[in-house]
């Protein structure tokens, strides 16, 4: 069964830091390019991160651009998204994707979505 699963969410304070991580089980990284994407109430989903199959080329949005980090291990088939200096406004859960595209990597067009984690920036 073809499943992505994100962990790391959580509860932190503004100014803090979390690793999201987003393991693949069923089939194998390799071959996808990897988004990570984020959604808060009220809100459309927003295209956050992502990275091509390689790792070779990212792309961030401008609103987390130098703050977060995208990341790959193939061995692992897992993939990161370090977030650090967190505001309020990251609050949202946070969805991995995984997008079957031999270069470079874009926010639209996944083909496979797992089901989320909570990130809530609060004091």
């Known amino acids: 069964q073809v499943q992505l699963v994100e962990s790391g969410g959580g509860l932190v304070p503004p100014g803090g830091s979390l690793r999201l991580s987003c393991a693949a089980s069923?089939?194998?990284?390799?071959?996808?390019?990897i988004g990570w994407f984020r959604q808060a109430p009220g809100k459309e989903r927003e295209g956050v991160s992502c990275?091509?199959?390689?790792?070779?080329?990212?792309y961030y949005a401008d609103s987390v651009k130098g703050r977060f980090t995208i990341s790959r291990d193939n061995v692992k088939n897992t993939v990161y998204l370090q977030m650090n200096s967190l505001k309020p406004e990251d609050t949202a859960v946070y969805y991995c994707?995984?997008?079957?595209?031999?270069?470079?990597?874009?926010?639209?067009?996944?083909?496979?979505w797992g089901q989320g984690t909570q990130v809530t920036v609060s004091s």
């Open positions: 994707a995984a997008d079957y595209r031999p270069m470079g990597c874009q926010t639209n067009g996944y083909d496979y």
């Open positions: 069923g089939f194998t990284l390799d071959y996808y390019a």
């Open positions: 990275i091509s199959r390689s790792g070779a080329i990212t």
